[in-house]
């Protein structure tokens, strides 16, 4: 019987000193004072090996902590789902307010991001905005070439597109290539044909398609573009971005969703959700057209940086 009291005693000690401290406020200063005399004497018996010293410390200690502790003790389900709960706390927190996992379904970014592709969205790139308004507080300046999450100006929910056109300019594009105040954007080819795979999510459907890579140059950098060998999209005229407000346009020149996406949109700021950082994972068919995990896409950045490490490594 000691020697069983010797091996659970501790234990119950730890837990009953544990409780006493989690719950001090909520414990009468006759619980507490009575606590810590009871914990002074088992701790002595302990000490001195005495059985029966031992046992009556421990008879004494589950008598005090049913009387003041017991209820405060967690259950099996508890112990297990409070971890739980609070796990999946914190990851809605954190994608509501830090980052956010997105699924990429349109062509509209081929080549710089794929349909399949799951990007990460950093919701704080440009500060946290305070709700009702369009005050946002620390973060960076929105630049030319960023890749961002905005709310569709016409109400069909999310998309990604490229900002191009930064308040006081003027955009338009004349044969696939963008103007900024009358000059154009530097661009050059890359690729001669590129296939990739688009998608019906209507449908579920998947279909090759194919056109030429570009690389369009930025003040931030570079990025690939994509050019198909149908006729040209129907192309705005001059576009004047007002105060507040980003002009963003798909890196697939040629895609269009209901006749918007290939004209980009002029879109107030207020409607930016976030910036996308890189490619978390992406799934769809890979060059046989089997349908699987694209490991080549992991990490990868939103500029088609990749494609174009590849060329120079075969040029």
Do not use: C
């Not at 001090?24 to 001195?48: D, K, N, Q, W, Y």
């Not at 956010?100 to 440009?126: F, I, Q, W």
């Not at 016409?154 to 597109?161: C, F, P, V």
């Not at 900024?180 to 954007?185: A, E, S």
């Amino acid at each position: 019987m000691a020697e069983r009291s010797d091996r659970r005693l501790p234990v119950l000690l730890a837990e009953s000193k544990k409780l006493a401290r989690a719950k001090r406020r909520r414990l009468s200063p006759a619980a507490r004072a009575e606590l810590a005399a009871i914990h002074a004497g088992v701790e002595e018996a302990l000490a001195s090996g005495d059985g029966a010293r031992i046992e009556a410390a421990q008879r004494s200690l589950e008598e005090a902590f049913a009387r003041h502790l017991a209820r405060f003790r967690k259950g099996p389900v508890r112990a297990w789902t409070e971890p739980i709960l609070g796990a999946a706390a914190l990851a809605l927190l954190l994608r509501a307010l830090v980052v956010e996992v997105v699924h990429l379904d349109s062509a509209a970014m081929v080549p710089s991001l794929l349909p399949g592709d799951r990007v990460l969205v950093s919701k704080l790139a440009y500060g946290l905005r305070i709700p009702g308004t369009s005050i946002r507080v620390g973060g960076g300046e929105i630049a030319r070439g960023d890749v961002v999450l905005f709310e569709r100006p016409d109400g069909e929910g999310k998309a990604i597109q490229r900002v191009i056109g930064l308040p006081g300019e003027t955009i338009e594009i004349v044969d696939r290539i963008v103007h900024v105040n009358g000059q154009p954007l530097r661009r050059r080819l890359l690729e001669e044909r590129l296939e990739y795979w688009s998608h019906r999510s209507d449908l579920d459907f998947w279909y090759p398609r194919s056109g030429s890579v570009w690389i369009e140059e930025v003040e931030e950098g570079a990025h690939t573009t994509l050019a198909s060998r149908s006729p040209l999209a129907l192309a705005p005229g001059p576009r004047t971005v007002p105060e507040g407000h980003v002009f963003v346009l798909g890196d697939n020149r040629d895609f269009a969703e209901g006749g918007s996406d290939a004209a980009g949109w002029l879109l107030p700021v207020e409607a930016i959700r976030g910036k996308v950082l890189r490619v978390a994972f992406s799934w769809g068919p890979g060059e046989g057209g089997e349908r699987g995990l694209r490991t080549g896409r992991f990490l990868a950045r939103p500029d088609g940086s990749r494609m174009v490490e590849a060329a120079a490594r075969e040029r």
